[in-house]
Structures are given as structure tokens and as C-alpha cells.
């Protein structure tokens, strides 16, 4: 549950500041959890609040896949496909076992409406909503 509180993620299992492979640390989270279910702080300025900013980068080895994204948003969140339903599978028929695949969601911070230091997620009448995200995907071939 969101506190308020924004962590360093240095030396943590969140620890995402140099190249890593996702599942490396894993076994470091709480149980609860099941794997990675968390929102990262993309630390804009103010000036850059609204300005389109690199956020992640996932990198294949095996087939040289790159992801990567870009956002408005001042979050991104994390989450691993921790918990799965029993009937979910490929294309090739093989169930999906826990954290086969990941997603990242550029956002704002979970809880931002009742954390005034957080950015504002009011949307008011007559006010008009923008975000832009890019996912961009490339080859390192």
C-alpha cells in the first residue's frame, strides 16, 4: 500500500540504475508481493514536468529485442505478472507460468489524490488531460 514516501532504490532488489536482468533479484522481495508490482519515480524538474523523457529501457539477449519508453507521465510502474489464472496460455499451447512477461505503465504515483507532495491528478471541469507515452521497439542487429 502506498505510504507517501519515495525510496532510493540504490543497492535494493528495485535497483534498476545499471543494466540488470529483471529476475535477478526476485527472491529479495517479500512473498506477499509475488515479484515486482511497483511504481518508479522518474524524478522531472518542474521545467520538465510536461516534456516527453526517456523512463526504461528492457533489453532481449536472445533475439536482440529493445524496448524502449518514453513519457509525459512522472511514474512508471513495474509489475511482473506475478499471479496468473490457471487458463492462460501461448500461442503454442504451454500454460504461462509467474513472471513470463512484464509490463510498464507510465503513470502517476499510486495514492497521488491523498499526497500533496505527489503531482496532482485533479482533473477540473473545463480542463483538458494530456500524456504522451512511446513505446519504441528496435533490434540491437
Not at 517479500?30 to 518508479?40: E, L
Amino acid at each position: 500500500m502506498p505510504t507517501g514516501e519515495i525510496w532510493s532504490v540504490k543497492n535494493t532488489p528495485l535497483d534498476f540504475t545499471q543494466p540488470t536482468r529483471i529476475g535477478a533479484h526476485l527472491h529479495e522481495l517479500p512473498a506477499v508481493i509475488g515479484g515486482y508490482d511497483h511504481n518508479f519515480v522518474l524524478h522531472k524538474s518542474n521545467e520538465a514536468a510536461v516534456a516527453l523523457t526517456f523512463a526504461a529501457r528492457v533489453y532481449a539477449p536472445k533475439t536482440g529485442r529493445i524496448m524502449e519508453v518514453y513519457t509525459t507521465e512522472p511514474g512508471i510502474q513495474l509489475y511482473t505478472m506475478n499471479r496468473i489464472p490457471d487458463n492462460l496460455y501461448s500461442r503454442d499451447g504451454k500454460p504461462y507460468s509467474p513472471h513470463a512477461a512484464l509490463c510498464l505503465e507510465a503513470q502517476h504515483f499510486p495514492d497521488s489524490l491523498h499526497q500533496a507532495h505527489f503531482p496532482s491528478i485533479l482533473l477540473t471541469p473545463n480542463s483538458v488531460y494530456r500524456q504522451t507515452t512511446i513505446y519504441q521497439f528496435k533490434t540491437d542487429h
